[in-house]
């Protein structure tokens, strides 16, 4: 079982930027796949950005791209997502997700990872 710990989250004014950390409890030999998913109330839960565990693929979802950045330090079971020009459409919960996905098409879906932190607050004033 591994334990997933997110923090970084706050309240910013739009254009600040903000690092979220998330930490696991453990390290792992298998080929997880860590990423940042985000929740607003009413929406669904959605893909923010992945990295693979060798740091080799990365992907943003599309409203994010070139403003957020994806990262890990293997040595720390950290990832860390850097998030910079924040909007209020950026408000939201954010979460850290850990999995063994091995398909390129399942890196998005947030059923295809087995373990979830607890979210962490993020909040932008316009």
Known sequence: QVHLVESGGGLV????????SCVASESTSRPFVTAWFRQSPG?????????TRDGSIRQYAEVVQGRFTISRDNDKNTANLQMNSLKPEDTAVYYCAAGAVYSLGYYRMANKYE??????QVTVSS
Not at 13 to 19: I, N, P, T, V
Not at 43 to 51: D, G, L, P, T
Not at 115 to 120: A, I, K
């Open 13 to 20: 004014q739009a254009g600040d930027s903000l690092r979220l």
């Open 43 to 51: 929406k669904e839960r959605e893909f923010v950005a992945m990295i």
């Open 115 to 120: 373990y979830w932190g607890q979210g962490t």
